[in-house]
């Protein structure tokens, strides 16, 4: 008996990386998962490894900046499932790299369209239909980088801390009908996303795994049992709250 039995997830950005991670712990627990997908090969692989541990899974590609297809994909996911208890928002890109002043127009409203927009859509959406269900959990995946700042990272770590506060505001005006929002804030993870920065010259891996106090990056599984604890009934008085898993990264003293 998983601690989610009988539970519908939706993962965004669930094709790859944390959120592949994040999915494969909601189905280990027993809940039915929802690949919200902006590339429909990678959601339809995921979908189908997800089903061979037995839970239903099925793919909805879907770009998280659109309104309309994210209003769309939340109707037929509970039309499909017959309800939605859990939503992770995860999706996300990375433009890091130059400073404040050579970043262009276009990595800017990108980043804020899937990382903010994107986000407050599938919020929006999660709560008409979570509210009056009188149930439901969501969890939003900020990033150390939305309060620990870093150079080169301005159109990352401004939606990365307003989904910290997106997170507060929504679990006070949803906190009495039954519907709790928490946020994430992982350190640095082994990913796509990881891999193709430090590839293209953006990080420094073996900065990070001195400087990290664990000497090693998070693993997706890691942060997908958070997610289980904090979509579980254990979890019942936790909402509001912002949670950090970085290996004490941002627990360093400052000099
Ligand atoms: N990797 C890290 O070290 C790290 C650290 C802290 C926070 N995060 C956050 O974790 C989340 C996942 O990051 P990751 O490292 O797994 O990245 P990744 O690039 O490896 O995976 C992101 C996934 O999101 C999908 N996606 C991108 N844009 C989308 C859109 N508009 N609509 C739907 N899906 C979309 C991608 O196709 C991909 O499958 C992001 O929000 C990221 O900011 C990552």
């Known amino acids: ?28 627990a027993g809940a039915s998962v929802a690949v ?15 089903s061979e541990t037995g839970v239903t899974a099925r793919a909805y590609p879907m770009d998280v900046s659109q309104r309309a297809e994210v209003d769309d994909v939340f109707a ?6 017959g309800r939605l208890d859990i939503v992770v928002n995860n999706a996300g890109i990375s433009r890091v790299g130059p400073h404040t002043q050579d970043v262009t127009d276009e990595d800017w409203h990108d980043s804020i369209a899937v990382m903010q927009t994107g986000v407050f859509y599938c919020m929006r959406a999660a709560g008409r239909i979570m509210l009056p269900q009188g149930s439901g959990s969501v969890v939003n995946i900020s990033s150390i980088r939305g309060f620990s700042p870093n150079a080169g990272r301005m159109t990352y770590c401004a939606p990365k801390a307003a989904v910290i506060m997106m997170t507060r505001v929504a679990a006070a005006e949803w906190a009495p009908q039954g519907v709790r929002v928490n946020a994430i804030a992982p350190g640095v993870l082994r990913t796509p996303m990881w891999d193709a920065d430090v590839a293209r010259g953006a990080i420094d891996e073996e900065f990070y795994l001195d400087v990290v106090p664990m000497h090693r990056l998070g693993l997706p599984s890691e942060v997908g049992k958070l997610v289980v604890f904090l979509c579980s009934e254990d979890a019942a008085y936790i909402t509001g709250s912002v949670h950090t898993i970085d290996g004490a990264l941002t627990s360093i003293p400052a000099g």
Request: charged share 20%; net charge negative; aromatic share 2%.
């Open 1 to 28: 008996m998983g601690a989610l039995n009988g539970k519908v997830a939706i993962v965004t950005g669930s094709g790859a990386g944390l959120g592949r991670g994040i999915a494969q712990q909601l189905a280990e």
């Open 36 to 50: 919200l997908e902006i590339d429909s090969e990678s959601a339809d692989v995921a979908a189908k490894e997800l």
């Open 76 to 81: 037929t996911v509970a039309s499909d499932f």
